[in-house]
């Protein structure tokens, strides 16, 4: 999803709240003005302090009107969508504030106000829109927030395609390359521009692609985090969620790995700032004293700043409580970082308790004494809230490993990249490090493809009681 589509979506609701109260203020205003109370006197007098109060309200119950109306897709709506949905809307609105007027004897208005706020309630909003649209076609035009996508396919369609992204910017795509045919010798190409970042979607545009290579294109799509388009008349796999498009006439349809996009995606990061912000003041009395037990046993630095592989790939440095004597600490923070990790690779060996390209040490003689306590209640784990709130990480996903881990990762493990790593997941909650890491895998891919704030919030809850049960901590 574009990271455009996305901000401009989580600006609407605040944005008609504010327009939704310049809308009630300005009726309020035109009413109680020296020119209309010259025409019309006043029969009741409305006080300010009461009308805002009961406009903020009402714009709440606008929004909510506005949500059910469906104005607060990521993808755009034409316009002729928009004023219908808002004129629906804003009329339900009204009725409300009607009824509640009806009803209600403490409440006072006037018949004006009312006829004011319902014309100014469809007009704001739809001015607020428009501007809106014209800013993001401005940026489109310019070539800000393009995604790039190579187009698969020897057909009409494809060059038809192709053409019309390449002559229509607004439509934010920049067509990389036209290919006719999918092989092996394509997929290093479009390997090498992923990694140059010039690819993020791939659209097959021919019918007549056999389904093993459709199905390879797939795979490779989901392994690198590429999103996977089709004509509708490419093949009749079945997908779970997918959502469907119009471009120059043709139906495409994107497979959605994940319901972690749209608004999905800003719900969820919403949820990790509130609930992080919220676990890190509570847990800040326990980092300070076991960074102070940490600093008097061996001395500084007390935090670990450990690289991982997040979200499609991309590095992160992971902050953990130092739980390992310094003389065998890895990483560019330490002096013997090379030497101690060979001493690891030998420990790996010896003592390693999973099998896969994920190691764990049991009884790991480098850990300190305060370093087993703390790791054994995952107090170490506290200080990655911070990469929650810096957004390197989210409070539930999968577990982020290292980038020599990540590089022996067959095909079906790298899905798990799809999404940004989390404090905990579903491996915490279901065994931590007793489980294989396939078992892992197959739990991670199925919160990827299943998940809800509700969801996330099981995990959160169930957290601590896998934590205080000690079983699979080492």
């Known amino acids: 999803m574009r990271r455009l589509d996305l901000t401009f979506s989580a600006l609407l609701p605040p944005l008609d709240f504010i327009v939704l109260m310049l809308a009630a203020l300005s009726a309020y205003a035109l009413r109680f003005s020296s020119y209309f109370t010259e025409i019309r006197p006043l029969l009741t007098d409305i006080p300010f302090g009461q009308f805002f109060s009961t406009a903020a309200i009402f714009s709440l119950v606008w929004i909510l009107l506005f949500t059910i109306a469906g104005l607060y897709t990521i993808r755009p709506l034409p316009l002729w969508s928009i004023i219908g949905r808002i004129s629906l809307a804003s009329t339900a609105g009204i009725m409300l504030v009607i009824a509640t007027v009806f009803f209600s ?48 396919g020897q057909t009409t369609a494809a060059q038809d395609l192709a053409k019309y992204y390449r002559s229509n910017p607004v439509h934010g795509m920049t067509v990389t390359k036209v290919v006719k045919s999918w092989s092996d010798m394509t997929k290093k190409e479009l390997l090498s521009l992923h990694k140059k970042n010039t690819l993020d979607i791939l659209l097959l545009a021919d ?89 008097i046993e061996d001395g500084f630095p007390v935090i670990f700043q450990n690289p991982r592989v997040g979200e499609k790939g991309g590095s992160f440095k992971l902050f953990k409580l130092r739980s390992m004597y310094r003389k065998f600490s890895i990483g560019p923070q330490f002096a013997s970082s ?78 798990v990249l799809a999404i940004k790593p989390g404090v905990t997941g579903m491996a915490q909650i279901s065994g931590r490090s007793d489980l294989s890491f396939e078992d892992e895998v197959q739990l991670d891919i199925w919160y990827i493809e299943n998940w809800s704030l509700a969801l996330d919030l099981y995990v959160l809850l169930k957290t601590p009681l896998v934590v205080f049960a000690k079983r699979g901590a080492y």
Request: glycine share 4%; net charge positive; proline share 6%.
């Open 207 to 295: 019918p007549n692609v056999s389904r093993k290579r459709a199905l390879e294109m797939i795979r490779f799509a989901e392994t690198n985090h590429i999103d996977f388009r089709y004509l509708a008349d490419v093949f009749s796999a079945a997908f779970q969620r997918v959502e469907v498009s119009t471009t120059a006439g043709f139906p495409i349809i994107e497979v959605k790995p994940t319901p972690l996009d749209g608004w999905g995606r800003i719900a969820k990061r919403i949820f990790d700032i509130f609930f992080a912000s919220f676990l890190l003041l509570l847990f800040s009395p326990v980092i300070l004293l076991a960074m102070l037990a940490l600093l």
């Open 105 to 152: 004897r403490e409440f006072q208005t006037s018949r004006f106000v009312i006829l004011a706020v319902w014309s100014f309630s469809i007009l704001f909003p739809l001015l607020e829109r428009v501007l809106l649209r014209t800013v993001r076609r401005q940026l489109l035009k310019a070539g800000i927030s393009h995604q790039h996508i190579v187009i698969i």
């Open 338 to 415: 090379k030497k101690n990790l060979q001493y690891e690779k030998e420990l790996i060996k010896e003592k390693s308790i999973k099998g896969g390209p994920v190691y764990k040490i049991a009884e790991d003689p480098r850990v300190t004494p305060v370093g087993k306590f703390i790791r054994r209640w995952s107090i170490d784990e506290l200080p990655q809230f911070w990469n929650v709130l810096k957004g390197d990480m989210s409070l539930v996903g999968p577990r982020p490993h290292q980038p020599r881990e990540v590089e022996k990762y067959e095909d079906e493990a790298r899905k």
